[in-house]
């Protein structure tokens, strides 16, 4: 076909077919995957705040997280459950945790009127827990200059 | 280099070059999203009380803050009004400077007072309640958190019982 040149000429052209071939695999890998690391179900939950504290404990498998997208709807994880199952299934999954990591993160929606909210920690601090988690979604961007505390 | 062959034939080359170009950023595009960090603010709610307990010896502890919302979004702090869930700023104002006088005062938090291992401005009281009728948004509660954490207050506690 005349295309490498004449016999006694180098290659001078990068090959970039296999590189092309694995771009398109991880992009197909990342596009299918993405869906599916988000824990539990979506949530409308607050976005765009200045001072919520990282925590990659959220994203762990184990740690225990409610929602409430809606009024009068709840799920532990991507499971819905009703408030009197709350209680059961809550203590269910902090059974083996080490005091200082009972913590249950809630993660309401901003329309969800604030009783679902306390109907919720009503249920657990009977469980024990006296810490909670407010997932809330951090401004992209430079964090405000919070004073340290 | 006898790349193209003859003059009179077309060239069967593809150039891949936007195509990885393309690829590139829509790679860097989904790696830079996946990760979304999750954050959150930490409150502290109450352990369920004893109802047996006797409390009429427990004594008001003198340095509370308590924001209160109101359901017209009116933000108070302990009796003070304090503008509006939409602009908390007067609130986060008044918040750091009550802090910066505590620091002053050295109003240490309750069993802190001696703790001079602990960095002083972690034992100074900066403990801020929550209080919200049942009926709010909890995105305007959230609003309100995040004001009075940018104020630098910790740990922020949730009131749960006697809630209009």
Redo the contacts between chains.
């Keep these: 076909?005349?295309?490498q040149?004449?016999a006694d000429?180098l290659q001078s052209e990068i090959n970039?077919?296999p590189?092309?071939d694995i771009?398109?695999v991880?992009?197909i890998i990342?596009?299918v995957?993405?869906p599916f690391?988000q824990q539990g179900i979506t949530v409308a939950i607050?976005r765009d705040?200045?001072?919520?504290?990282?925590?990659?404990a959220?994203?762990k498998e184990s740690s225990v997280i409610i929602s409430?997208p809606k009024d009068n709807e709840y799920y532990m994880g991507k499971k819905k459950v009703n408030v009197e199952d709350l209680k059961a299934a809550v203590e269910k999954a902090l059974a083996n945790k080490k005091e200082e990591d009972k913590?249950v993160?809630i993660k309401?929606?901003?329309?969800?009127?604030?009783?679902?909210?306390?109907k919720v920690?009503?249920a657990?601090?009977?469980k024990?827990?006296?810490?909670?988690?407010?997932?809330?979604?951090?401004k992209k961007g430079k964090a405000?200059a919070?004073?340290?505390? | 280099m006898a790349m193209g062959g003859g003059g009179n034939r077309a060239v069967p080359y593809i150039n891949v070059t936007p195509l990885i170009d393309v690829l590139l950023v829509l790679l860097i595009i989904f790696m830079v999203v996946t990760p979304a960090r999750p954050s959150r603010f930490k409150a502290d709610i109450p352990t369920q009380r004893d109802p047996n307990e006797d409390v009429s010896n427990l004594k008001p502890n003198p340095l509370t803050l308590v924001v209160s919302i109101s359901t017209d979004l009116q933000v108070k702090l302990n009796q003070e009004q304090m503008g509006s869930v939409n602009d908390p700023s007067a609130l986060a104002a008044k918040l750091q400077q009550t802090f910066q006088q505590r620091k002053e005062q050295h109003a240490y938090k309750v069993g802190m007072e001696t703790a001079t291992n602990i960095p002083e401005d972690q034992r100074i009281e900066k403990t801020v309640f929550v209080k919200a009728p049942r009926a709010l948004k909890y995105g305007d509660v959230v609003k309100v958190i995040d004001a009075i954490k940018g104020a630098g207050a910790s740990p922020v506690g949730l009131q749960v019982d006697d809630l209009p």
């Design positions: 076909m005349g295309m040149g004449g000429h970039v077919t590189m092309v771009m398109l991880l992009l990342f596009m995957v993405t690391l607050p705040l200045r001072n919520p504290d990282e925590d990659q959220i994203n409430v913590i993160y309401s929606g901003i329309d969800v009127s604030y009783g679902e909210v306390v920690i009503n657990v601090r009977e024990g827990v006296d810490k909670i988690g407010l997932v809330a979604d951090k405000a919070a004073p340290a505390g």
